[in-house]
């Protein structure tokens, strides 16, 4: 039993084996932080666009068409540094929008890629943003 116990006591490599059970569970943490980061970025900046393009809508007549509406989307979200396609942007015009009458109404829906989809399936595959903005 004496030749047991100074076993017990051994650190050595101890530091390597703590690292490897956590390594994995703080790179988790790390990538979920950028990739949920990134999502609410995404959502913000499409929330922006939406707004932006439901008042072009109301107040300019640059955004008399639908595909006019679309391209000023797809545009103003590239300055952001995000790629929509034409087919994601729905315009409607004249709709009761929210309870206001006769507004102008954008619907964004861009599909979503994650890395992290396999471990975290609550992440949502698609940002939905819409924006009214009253006909003046």
Not at 115 to 123: E, T
């Amino acid at each position: 039993m004496k030749g047991w116990l100074p076993s017990l006591r051994c650190v050595a490599g101890s530091t390597t084996t703590e690292l490897a059970l956590l390594a994995p569970v703080i790179l988790l943490f790390m990538i979920g932080t950028i990739e949920v980061s990134r999502l609410v970025w995404t959502k913000q900046t499409l929330d922006d666009v939406a707004y932006s393009t439901a008042r072009c809508m109301a107040v300019s007549g640059s955004c008399a068409t639908s595909g006019t509406q679309k391209s000023y989307a797809v545009a103003r979200a590239a300055g952001y540094g995000i790629t929509i396609a034409n087919n994601t942007v729905t315009p409607a015009a004249a709709v009761n929008c929210r309870g206001f009458p006769n507004s102008s109404r954008i619907t964004i829906i861009v599909p979503t890629g994650s890395v992290l989809r396999g471990f975290v399936p609550a992440l949502p595959t698609s940002l939905r943003s819409e924006a009214c903005f009253p006909q003046l």
